[in-house]
């Protein structure tokens, strides 16, 4: 009897410390309950804090001259799997997935499109362009993940009467997520199951 009641603590235990190293996203809104970032996005294991940030792709990505430098992906899977976590944990369960024109950077109430870029090109005639993956976001249809090649690094998303004022970028900070440490409320429950355990082990005892 003992050994299954153990086996059952040791069960519930271990969801009790799985779910304490799960971290909610926390989305982040300005004074006017726009959307510019969103925390604890997990992406391949690893989770990041999230910024959007409006503006050409030299102005957000330290000049957008150097991918290995400048970028927080640098290949194209990297990116897309980033671009599918923005979709599936930011904005499709939020009202940002259906309302795009309240994510920041972006001005048109159709959609939106957050830029993830990966890679750097240059034109014919020398121009460096940059190369991202996309989560366009939409009003009133399905959110997806596609691709945004060939853009002029000095010259992509300028809200406000801009070059394109439909897109955004995203910035990822990678983070080390606190409540992977079980809580002290969850070390509390094992020491009292523990010593549960152990008063239940001495009354077999006795009684044997």
């Known amino acids: 009897m003992l050994n299954i009641i153990f086996s059952g603590f040791v069960g519930l235990m271990a969801l009790a410390m799985a779910g304490s190293a799960n971290a909610s996203v926390i989305l982040i809104t300005d004074i006017n309950d ?3 970032g969103a925390n604890n996005v997990e992406v391949n294991g690893t989770f990041y804090n999230v910024t959007f940030q409006d503006g050409s792709c030299a102005s957000v990505f330290s000049g957008c001259d150097n991918a290995g430098d400048d970028f927080d992906f640098t290949d194209s899977g ?3 799997d980033a671009s599918t976590a923005l979709v599936l944990q930011v904005f499709n369960p939020s009202i940002f997935g259906s309302e795009p024109i309240r994510i920041s950077g972006c ?3 159709e959609n ?3 830029a993830t870029p990966h890679a750097l090109t240059l034109s014919i005639n020398n121009d460096l362009l940059f190369n991202a993956k996309i989560a366009n976001i939409f009003s009133g249809s399905s959110n997806t993940v596609g691709s ?3 853009f002029p690094s000095s ?5 406000q009467g801009g070059f394109d004022p439909d897109a955004t970028f995203a910035r990822f900070t990678a983070v080390t997520v606190e409540s992977s440490i079980p ?3 969850t070390l509390a429950l094992f020491a009292i199951g523990l010593a549960g355990l152990g008063f ?3 009354r077999e005892m006795k009684a044997a």
């Open 107 to 109: 001005d048109i109430a």
């Open 183 to 185: 809580e002290p409320r």
């Open 34 to 36: 726009q959307l510019i």
């Open 200 to 202: 239940m082990k001495r």
């Open 112 to 114: 939106c499109r957050v």
């Open 148 to 150: 945004l090649n060939s």
């Open 155 to 159: 010259n992509f998303i300028l809200s």
């Open 78 to 80: 990297g990116a897309q």
